[in-house]
C-alpha cells in the first residue's frame, strides 16, 4: 500500500466547556521534521506529540497546531515594598514637584505592577485530540497515496510494455545498423574486405548492443514489482531503485539509433523521471 507524505489531520476533544483542536499538515521531507504553531504547550506535551508523529509516520515534515477556547484570567498586583521606596526617592528629590502617583505612572516601571495570567492544563485533553488528528492524518496520505498508487501502475505498464518491445526488436537493430554502415560506405566510396567489414561490424554489435541494459531494466523492474506488493512501499527505496533504472534507459536511449525504437526509449525515459517524482512523494 502507499502512503504519500501530503496529508492532512484534525481532531476535537471536549470536556464541560473546554474544547481543544488539534491541526496537523504534513508534506514532503526525507527525514522526520516537526514545528509547533499557536499555543504555547508544555515540554512534557510537546515531546509527547513528537513521539506519537514519530510512531505513525516514516518521514515528512509536520506542522502541528493546537488551540482551546479556554479565555484567560488576568489578575494584578502592586508590589507595596517598591512602591514605598519609589514615594521615599520622590520625597527626598527635589527634581519632582508633585508627590501625587497614577495608574499610568507605575505600569512602566518594572517590578511594580506584576500581571499574572492563569493557564489551563489542557494536556489530557490534547492527547484526545492528537490521537483523532493522527488517524485523520493517516487517512488522509493514505487516500493521497492511492492516487499515487494508479499513476505509477500505469507507468509500470506502458514500460513493461515498451520493455518487451525493445527486448523483441532487438535483433533487428544490428541489421538496421549494418545496413546504415554499408550505405556509408558506399557514398564515400570506401571498399572494404568482407573480413574487415565483418570485423568492424563486431566492434559496432559489441558497443551498441543493448541486450545488457534491457536485462538490467528487466531486473530493476522485477525489484519495483516486488517492493509494491508490500504492505507499506517504501519511498526511499523506490526512488534508489528507479535512480538505477533511470540509468540504465538512460543508456539504452543512447545505443538505439533506430528513430522510431530511439523514440520509445526516450519516452521511457521520460516515464521513468515520472516515476521518481511521484516516488519521492511517498512515505
Known amino acids: 500500500m502507499f502512503y504519500s ?3 492532512y489531520g484534525n481532531g476535537t476533544a471536549t470536556l464541560r466547556d473546554l474544547e481543544v483542536l488539534c491541526e496537523i499538515k504534513s508534506v514532503n521531507n526525507r527525514f522526520i521534521e516537526i514545528t509547533f504553531r499557536g499555543y504555547s504547550l508544555p515540554n512534557e506535551f510537546e515531546e509527547h506529540i513528537k513521539t506519537q508523529i514519530k510512531k505513525f509516520f516514516l ?3 509536520f506542522e502541528v497546531k493546537i488551540n482551546d477556547n479556554f479565555q484567560s484570567e488576568h489578575s494584578y498586583k502592586i508590589n507595596h515594598k517598591s512602591l514605598q521606596n519609589l514615594k521615599d526617592s520622590i520625597h527626598s528629590t527635589k527634581d519632582f514637584q508633585g508627590n501625587d502617583l497614577r495608574l499610568s505612572d507605575l505600569k512602566d516601571i518594572p517590578g511594580l505592577l506584576v500581571v499574572t495570567t492563569s493557564k489551563k492544563d489542557i494536556s489530557t485533553l490534547g492527547k484526545k485530540a492528537l490521537n483523532l488528528a493522527l488517524k485523520n492524518l493517516a487517512d488522509s496520505r493514505a487516500a493521497e497515496g492511492t492516487k499515487i498508487e494508479k499513476i ?3 507507468k509500470l505498464a506502458f514500460l513493461s510494455k515498451a520493455h518487451m518491445r525493445l527486448s523483441r526488436s ?3 537493430l544490428l541489421q538496421h ?3 546504415s554502415i554499408k550505405k556509408k560506405l558506399v557514398q564515400k566510396n570506401i571498399n ?3 573480413d574487415d567489414l565483418s570485423s568492424e561490424i563486431s566492434t559496432l554489435a559489441l558497443k551498441h548492443d543493448i541486450a545488457e541494459e534491457l536485462e538490467r531494466i528487466s ?20 526512488d534508489f531503485i528507479l535512480q538505477e533504472l533511470f540509468r540504465e534507459v538512460n543508456t539504452l536511449s543512447v545505443k538505439i539509433e533506430k528513430p522510431d525504437l530511439k523514440d520509445l526509449a526516450l519516452t521511457m525515459k521520460l516515464k521513468v523521471e515520472e516515476l521518481r517524482e511521484q516516488a519521492q512523494n511517498l512515505e
Do not use: E, I, Q, Y
Open 59 to 61: 518521514r515528512g515534515s
Open 170 to 172: 532487438a535483433p533487428s
Open 192 to 194: 572494404l574486405r568482407k
Open 177 to 179: 545498423r549494418l545496413k
Open 152 to 154: 505509477v501502475f500505469n
Open 5 to 7: 507524505m501530503t496529508g
Open 219 to 238: 531486473f530493476h523492474m522485477d525489484s519495483l514489482k516486488k517492493l509494491l506488493k508490500l504492505k507499506s512501499a517504501h519511498g526511499k527505496k523506490m
